[in-house]
Every structure is written in C-alpha cells, then in structure tokens.
C-alpha cells in the first residue's frame, strides 16, 4: 500500500517539485501545507506516514511544528528540507526529533533515497 506524506513548505514550486518527484514514485500525497502551524493542523487531520518539513516559514518554522507534531505525536516520522548553510538548525531538527535531513535545491533521487530511508 501506497505511504502518505504531508508535504509543508511555504514556496509553492517546491511543494510542487516534491509532489511530483513523490507521485511518480508510487507515494500518496496526504496533503500540503504552507506554513508550520498549517503543518500542525494538517498533521492532525491526516495523520500521515511521514512529513517533509521546511525549516524557514512564515506564522511558525519548521522546527517549532515539528516539535509540536512530536509532542502530539511521538512516533511521526519527519525529514527536514532547507538551503545550504543552515547547520544550527539542522542540528537543532535532527535533536528535535527529525529523522534526515534534505538540502535545497532537491535532488530527486536524495528526496527518495530519505523517505524510503525512513519509511523502511
């Protein structure tokens, strides 16, 4: 059966590039969201397989919803995704409970090679 993934990144482009990097590769969108605190809420409602979360976002960032989403629920599965040189927060997500970890600008095969990573 096909995983469901929630995508939250506040560039439309490039929730559209992981979309279609994701679909064409057998996996069901579950939804998007464009900012953390979306992120939340349709984490909530959904209850995905896993959550490809950017870092940088307007209302609230990455990190805080991924927070949230772990204090609700401590088994989601989440893969942070922002641009070069942001390593304090890479350290921080991955501390925070991110499983991996992408760099813009996406690469597909590292895209499927972390979500297959954690998926199992």
Not at 40 to 50: C, G, R
């Amino acid at each position: 059966m096909a995983k469901n993934i929630l995508i939250c990144d506040d560039a439309a482009f490039m929730r559209m590039m992981i979309k279609d990097i994701l679909t064409k590769n057998g996996y069901n969108i579950a939804g998007e969201a464009e900012n953390g605190a979306m992120a939340v809420d349709k984490y909530n409602e959904t209850k995905p397989d896993l959550v490809l979360m950017d870092i940088t976002m307007p209302e609230m960032d990455g990190i805080q919803a991924l927070k949230k989403i772990k204090a609700n629920d401590p088994a989601a599965c989440v893969i942070m995704c922002s641009a070069m040189g942001q390593q304090a927060m890479v350290i921080e997500s991955i501390q925070s409970g991110a499983r991996d970890f992408i760099v813009k600008p996406f690469q597909a095969d590292r895209v499927l090679e972390a979500v297959q990573k954690v998926l199992g």
